[in-house]
């Protein structure tokens, strides 16, 4: 084992470290949500994962940013095969320790390799498509300066990291031609030995400074990538499956029923209940629930995942329609606000300890009433999701909280719900007119 | 004048101790909103032409608590949905039918978890089975054969529970010409008044949605905008006017259709 080896080995454990840590931290901030129960229906979950997440099935809708994502995808997953390849070599000092099952190693790179300039290809498309092309959602009011720099920079890192890898293949080609040692005869070649005019006239040595110059290159930044996803967009690549397997399952017209106002509502209609008693005294240290969600821990752990899972596509609000007739809100911001006071909720934690209060909340701070009075409800930026995100969960929740524990509503709901208290109907109509309809012929 | 129509009501049915088949839910708007009274009328006749045994609550109906959740007043929603369990189970009531997609949602979905099990159908879906079963049969080449007819799907009955052939269904019972919109089915564009939008000026924008959904409708170049909801019919109806298209365009319920293809 070389000194290289070492390097290596210390590389790989620290980058791996790290990345294991942030994930941790993520892992403790969605954990910060409160508990919703969604471990039922294991089949249809499979089955949704499968469709949605493995198979793309949302992100078909769109047939040219989904055949581009598809490539990048199935790339992604595939060429990690070849990681593994590269992190046994750089551990033991081999090369190519798979060499030896021969024909298929062939069709085995040959497939990366095909793969790889297909990845390259549609990254190109994605950056002139987002910096050139004017697609709306590419370019909405939360698309600031960090989201697009974001996406620039995935797009960036992951077009190097392809071409380190098919220079790596290149070198490595015209050597195993020239008989160099330690480069075993293996592999086939069909995109990287497109560059053998390039490096067909270099000297073995060049070759070799190429060959591990884009091997060490492809590595390290594949492990900083790795270690730059926590706080990117490009999480989505570790969190889409989970997501989409935790959705929700029943219809999507159908809101929760907030159970400690069931409890209330019980005890208000209950005749037995003695309305002149005190309330229970509630447990020592006992925080009384909220009713809705003012801050990212009153929302559930699916909730702050979704956070987490979120691409900013903004597919959502492209749908929305009240971000299509120019109104404040949109879904994919509800969703980067959550995640943004998340993280900043985390960072807080992780300064000041657990009951740190910063006197700031999402609700307010992040997301206005104006954008939330918006919503119909219509549930069109949930269908949307290629990840099967809920920006309308969030939405209801940060509304109840306005209504029920700030009295904040719109002047006419104060009417209408007043209508529906008194005459059981949210317009001003006496209930004993309610069969009129059958005597007017 | 057409004739008086019999509505029978529960309190009647139950003193004289019979029980409906179903149990018509007018909902607020088909009991108050003069254009969507229309429709309860219609949804009536074809009831009474079909033969089906129904009855309404009549007064003692109250609004489901829709609105009230979807604008955040979950208190208020839970204590109208304990009212109308308290008085759907008094009479023993397990099958519902009803005109609103609203209605419809609140009650299968959400009255469950607070004790009310019922069994209840969009009035597009009963139709749907009462054709099926035979117990009604559309003329076909009446009034509407050839007529352009496009559906704007509810996004409670369509996105919200996956209801999308139903109302679709109908239509194609009626010689007429079903054209879709671009965005239709679990794409389809909300008309603008759900989430109790519908009782509160829009937020400050450049257009309002039900002008941006009937301009996609006027679009496909209609006769008629189907739709199986009294808040996009009143939606889809400001949007026609905004037009000044209402001479050539009707705004109709699935349920209009039906009962007048049928001449009732
Ligand atoms: S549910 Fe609300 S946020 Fe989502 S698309 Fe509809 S109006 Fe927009
Ligand atoms: S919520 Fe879903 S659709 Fe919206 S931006 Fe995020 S990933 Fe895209």
């Not at chain 1, 560059?195 to 110059?213: A, H, K, N, Q």
């Not at chain 1, 009417?415 to 008194?422: C, G, L, Q, V, Y």
């Not at chain 2, 088909?30 to 309404?56: M, N, Q």
């Amino acid at each position: 084992m070389g000194i290289s080896n070492i390097i290596f080995i210390v590389i790989l454990i620290a980058l791996a470290g790290l990345f294991a840590f942030q994930v941790s931290k993520i892992r403790r901030n969605i954990l910060l949500g409160k508990d919703v129960d969604r471990s039922d229906r294991k089949g249809e979950r499979f089955a949704m994962m499968a469709r949605v997440a493995l198979g793309q099935s949302k992100m078909v809708v769109r047939p040219l940013a989904g055949i581009m994502h598809i490539f990048i995808y199935v790339g992604f997953v595939i060429i990690n095969l070849e990681v593994l390849e590269i992190i046994i070599d750089g551990i033991f000092g081999t090369h190519r320790i798979f060499a030896f099952l021969g024909g298929f190693y062939d069709i085995l790179i040959g497939s990366f390799e095909i793969l790889a300039i297909l990845v390259l290809l549609a990254c190109v498309v994605f950056l002139v498509r987002r910096n050139i092309g004017r697609i709306k959602r590419l370019h909405a009011r939360e698309m600031t300066s960090w989201p697009k720099n974001d996406a620039n920079l995935i797009l960036i890192i992951e077009i190097l990291l392809m071409t380190a890898f098919l220079s790596m293949n290149g070198a490595d080609y015209v050597l195993q031609q020239k008989g160099a040692e330690h480069y075993v005869q293996a592999g086939a070649y069909p995109v990287s030995s497109l560059l053998l005019p390039v490096f067909g006239d270099l000297s073995i040595s060049t070759l070799i400074g190429i060959e591990r110059g884009a091997w060490w290159f492809h590595i390290i930044g594949i492990l900083l990538f790795l270690n730059y996803l926590p706080i990117s967009k490009h999480f989505h690549i570790l969190l889409a499956f989970p997501n989409v397997y935790y959705a929700k399952l029943i219809p999507k017209g159908e809101f929760t029923n907030l159970s400690n106002v069931t409890d209330e509502v019980n005890l208000m209609m209950d005749p037995e209940a003695d309305p002149y008693a005190a309330p229970p005294e509630p447990e020592e240290g006992a925080v009384p629930e909220k009713f809705g969600a003012k801050d990212v821990q009153d929302l559930h752990w699916k909730n702050l995942m979704d956070a987490y899972s979120c691409t900013e596509c903004g597919r959502c609000t492209s749908v929305c329609p009240a971000n299509i007739t120019g109104k404040l809100l949109s879904p994919r911001k509800i969703m980067m606000d959550t995640r943004d006071r998340l993280a900043e909720v985390g960072k807080n934690i992780d300064q000041h300890g657990k009951d740190h209060n910063d006197g700031k909340s999402l609700l307010y701070d992040y997301i206005t009433p104006e954008e939330l009075w918006a919503c119909t409800t219509c549930n069109a930026c949930v269908d949307a999701c290629p990840v099967n995100i809920d920006p309308l969960e969030i939405i209801v929740d940060l509304r109840r909280y306005m209504l029920m524990e700030d009295a904040k509503s719109p002047t006419e709901w104060n009417s209408m719900n007043t209508n529906i208290e008194n005459n059981g109907a949210p317009w001003a109509f006496p209930a004993t007119d309610r069969l009129k309809w059958a005597e007017e012929n | 004048m057409s004739e008086y129509i019999k509505v029978p009501t529960m309190a009647e049915m139950a003193a004289a101790g019979e029980m409906p088949e179903v149990l018509f839910w007018v909902g607020c708007s088909g009991s108050f909103d003069d254009r969507a009274k229309k429709i309860t009328k219609a949804i009536v006749k074809i009831l009474h032409a079909a033969d089906v045994k129904f009855a309404v609550l009549g007064t003692e109906e109250s609004c489901t608590g829709d609105p009230a959740k979807r604008a955040g007043n979950e208190f208020l929603f839970q204590m109208q949905a304990m009212m109308n369990i308290q008085v759907l189970d008094g009479y023993g009531i397990k099958n519902l039918i009803t005109g609103c997609p609203h209605c419809f949602n609140t009650i299968k979905n959400e009255y469950p978890g607070l004790g009310g099990n019922y069994k209840i159908q969009h009035h597009s879906q009963f139709i749907q089975g009462l054709i099926n079963e035979g117990k009604l049969t559309i003329q076909g080449g009446g009034v509407f054969k050839g007529k352009r007819i496009t559906f704007h799907d509810p996004c409670y009955l369509g996105r919200g529970n996956n209801v999308y052939d139903a109302p679709r269904s109908l239509i194609e019972k009626l010689d007429a010409e079903l054209v879709e919109m671009k965005r239709c089915k679990s794409k389809g564009l909300c008309c603008g008044a759900g989430g109790a939008q519908m009782w509160k000026e829009a937020e400050p924008g450049n257009k309002e949605v039900n002008v941006e959904r009937t301009e996609e409708a006027l679009g496909v170049k209609p006769n008629i905008i189907a739709t199986g909801c009294p808040f996009c019919n009143t939606m889809m109806t400001d949007g026609v006017k905004n037009f000044n298209k209402e001479d050539e365009t009707q705004v109709m319920d699935v349920a209009e259709l039906i009962a007048q293809a049928n001449d009732l």
